[in-house]
């Protein structure tokens, strides 16, 4: 995936330009991302934490996240909740539900992103696989700058992640997002902001939920069988693409499952299409692992003859899992620099 220092979601581009800031107010999220030169200095090649084959899907995720105010004064647009919502079904790593408790007349406020959340009743909850449930709660503070004020919006979310049909806890995260809003007044007294209120407090939130985003796809990384190889074995295909939450620069590894053993052969990246796969292009072999090295020495030997051994065989095969999750494109094409 591509190395990102900092993650938000701006609506509008041209508002974040000439944006200024306290520099307590901003900086980079804290999360885990994965950029090829990390996996390039690695000591060895390695399958990511928590990868599974049964993963490698779109998995169903009922969400529910409450966004309120902490201090009692903080201005919440009710729609914000499930706007949250709408923003995590962009990953296209999960499908999206809303639980049942929030109605369609809600998700109708949201217009044309509507479509990208379901409603879920009680009774189909255990269908899905995940729950995630988060509750935000938003402050502000106010630092005074000669003609200037700016408003520090704090974000600070308390989330789970839970078996949908066991009630299992993958995990509990607390996150914080914060962004700041500047106002100049005039001599007239007018007020001037970089951004709205309500605009600050979105993105303060978004940026909360991009840290469990983050979380969630280093829990649950993606990834599919291998179908298509060339003959040095440099290039594959993978049965897994845009739709399924691979973007352009994933990082995969490329390992062999076999029996119940799975090996990790290469680091390689990914390029998505729109047709459910995804071409790899393997940059390091492991060629350090004795056991890996045998198997990398006959892909490379004959590829498609490697390949076509474990066609048909539901259980063995060719795999390739992503070392995280990829970031919206709206996301990611608005970061902001520190």
Not at 9 to 32: D, N, Q, Y
Not at 178 to 183: E, G, L, M, T
Request: aromatic share 8%.
């Amino acid at each position: 995936m591509k190395n990102l220092a900092i993650l938000l979601f701006v609506s509008v581009v041209a508002l974040m330009c000439g944006c200024t800031s306290t520099p307590s107010a901003r900086g980079p999220i804290p999360a885990k991302y994965y950029s090829k030169a990390e996996l390039e200095d690695m000591d060895e090649v390695k399958l990511p934490p928590n990868y599974s084959v049964d993963n490698f899907r779109k998995m169903q995720m009922i969400m529910n996240v409450k966004v309120e105010s902490a201090d009692g004064k903080t201005k919440i647009n009710k729609s914000l909740s499930t706007r949250m919502q709408t923003e995590m079904a962009k990953l296209k790593r999960f499908e999206i539900f809303s639980l049942h408790n929030r109605s369609k007349v809600e998700l109708d406020a949201i217009g044309d992103l509507d479509d990208q959340v379901k409603v879920v009743e009680a009774g189909n909850v255990k269908a899905s696989d995940l729950i995630l449930m988060g509750t935000i709660k938003v402050t502000t503070a106010i630092n005074e700058l000669h003609n200037d004020k700016v408003y520090v919006y704090s974000a600070d979310g308390d989330f789970s992640c839970e078996d949908a049909k066991t009630r299992t806890v993958y995990f509990a995260e607390k996150a914080r997002g914060v962004w700041d809003r500047k106002v100049r007044y005039s001599l007239t007294g007018q007020a001037h902001g970089n951004v709205s209120e309500e605009q600050a407090i979105q993105i303060a939130c978004l940026r909360c939920l991009a840290i469990v985003a983050n979380k969630l796809g280093n829990t649950f990384p993606t990834g599919g069988r291998v179908t298509n190889i060339t003959g040095s074995g440099d290039t594959m295909v993978m049965k897994a693409g845009q739709h399924e939450g691979i973007a352009p620069n994933q990082q995969v590894c490329v390992f062999l499952s076999e029996d119940g053993l799975d090996i990790p052969v290469a680091f390689a990246e990914a390029t998505p299409k729109n047709d459910g796969t995804s071409q790899l292009r393997v940059y390091r072999w492991n060629t350090d692992n004795s056991d890996a090295k045998a198997i990398v020495k006959e892909i490379r030997g004959s590829a498609r003859g490697f390949l076509k051994n474990y066609k048909g065989d539901d259980k063995n095969g060719l795999y390739a899992v992503a070392f995280g999750m990829a970031t919206p494109a709206d996301w990611e094409q608005n970061v902001t620099k520190q």
